[in-house]
């Protein structure tokens, strides 16, 4: 009796009002979360020895040695409390959110193609004169989620080519535009490969996915094209503009072509991991990062790494991040519900596809981009977006944990509640 008076508090205590079953909150994984802040505290211990140097000598930069490192710091800091706030939010309330999320995105990438362009981008949306903000960083975890959402609704549907894979290849195709008018190709690279991973999972044909690759392309160098003809450009200006695409591929090719020149970067980022040796110049010791580099604090703060820490540091570093990576598609996988799979495969596959891009381009695996290093380089919009994707990722670790224990309890209480016979069998 008292077993089973035992069994129905318990019942009843994770029972709701409305006769719902409530499964207590489950932690969060506790190694991702402990991954994420280690790389969140390196990348601002690499920005402070990549940058400290030259801003202290530079003038421009007021002679600051902490010009770089205090903003990071800061949006670090908000990063984290977006992280750990998002992490407490169950994750199937974006699944509702998506839309009016989706839209916020679509009106600032709209609005951002108005305002001045910096280094030849219309990229940032200035809050103040110090403060601006990337919504092309915003976007790649909207369309996510959209996606996601969209996806896990059609369910079987979502492979038939009319009502299922269109509309979500619309909607990918419509971001990835929005982001080639900026232009931005290196984030239009990996928004396009991330929304195509999460497809994939999502049940996607192939034959549809191949068939949607190319006429992405052609969409993209048709806007590409048609923004060429109608902006009006100066002949310098114009020669520029191709001078600098193709210094790209030139120096992809033949990094050593011109080594004061156009392949400049790439030259001196090889050169520093090269230097490197086997166990680094030790932290803070880098040459390369004092007028070699353009942006040692950023884009080619891989190349830093590999200068100061050597292969021994680099290949830990490398080995760590593969499996923070792994630790998150398993978190993705163990979760119960197909928006969360799909939405948590899809922020792993941003952080993985654009540190691919970074550390390819640095080691001349890839041509350059200019896509900074996730967790590492100097940037506060992509550190805050990025912690606060993790949260969400956080937080579908927390449903994939649910399962078991709920599973055990619920086997534990059946064990312990006494066989009911029949009359007829217990008057024998």
């Not at 207590?24 to 402070?48: E, N, R, S």
């Not at 407490?88 to 959110?97: A, Q």
């Not at 931005?184 to 999972?201: E, K, P, Q, R, T």
């Not at 680094?280 to 580099?293: M, V």
């Amino acid at each position: 009796m008292s077993t089973m008076k035992t069994n129905r508090t318990t019942q009843a205590r994770n029972t709701g009002s409305k006769g719902r079953t409530r499964v207590p909150k489950a932690p969060p994984d506790f190694q991702l979360l402990i991954l994420t802040l280690i790389l969140t505290g390196f990348g601002i211990l690499m920005v402070f020895s990549a940058s400290s140097s030259f801003t202290l000598l530079g003038s421009k930069f007021s002679n600051d040695p902490f010009f770089f490192v205090l903003p990071q710091f800061q949006y670090a800091v908000l990063g984290i409390v977006a992280m750990l706030i998002a992490m407490c939010i169950p994750y199937k309330r974006y699944k509702k959110l998506f839309i009016p999320m989706f839209l916020v995105t679509f009106v600032m990438m709209i609005v951002v193609l108005f305002m001045p362009a910096t280094n030849g981008a219309h990229s940032w949306i200035k809050i103040t004169r110090s403060f601006g903000f990337q919504p092309t960083e915003l976007a790649k975890i909207t369309t996510i989620l959209y996606l996601a959402a969209l996806i896990s609704k059609k369910g079987e549907r979502f492979r038939d080519l009319r009502s299922g894979y269109f509309p979500v290849f619309f909607i990918v195709s419509l971001m990835a535009g929005l982001v080639m008018l900026q232009p931005d190709l290196g984030s239009c690279m990996i928004l396009v490969s991330a929304c195509l991973l999460v497809m994939y999972a999502g049940g996607a044909s192939l034959k549809h996915m191949l068939g949607s690759i190319l006429i992405v392309g052609l969409v993209l160098g048709l806007v590409l094209g048609a923004k060429e003809l109608l902006t009006p450009k100066t002949p310098d200006e114009a020669s520029a503009t191709s001078s600098y695409k193709a210094d790209r591929i030139e120096a992809y090719l033949n990094p050593f072509a011109d080594i004061k020149g156009s392949t400049q970067n790439l030259y001196n980022s090889l050169i520093a991991i090269g230097e490197g040796g086997a166990t680094g110049a030790g932290y803070g010791q880098s040459i390369q990062k004092l007028s070699y580099l353009s942006n040692p604090h950023n884009d080619f703060i891989f190349a830093i790494i590999g200068e100061e820490f050597g292969f021994i540091g680099t290949t830990v570093f490398l080995l760590t991040y593969l499996y923070f990576l792994w630790r998150g598609i398993l978190v993705s996988l163990r979760c119960t519900d197909i928006f969360g799979t799909l939405a948590g495969i899809g922020i792993v596959g941003l952080i993985g596809i654009q540190a691919f891009i970074n550390i390819g381009g640095v080691t001349n695996t890839i041509p350059l981009t200019g896509v900074t290093l996730p967790f590492i380089s100097a940037g506060g919009t992509s550190l805050l977006i990025t912690l606060f994707s993790m949260g969400i990722l956080l937080s579908i670790s927390r449903d994939s944990k649910k399962a078991a224990p709920a599973v055990k309890e619920q086997k534990t209480e059946t064990v312990k509640m006494p066989e009911r016979r029949p009359a007829a069998y217990r008057s024998r």
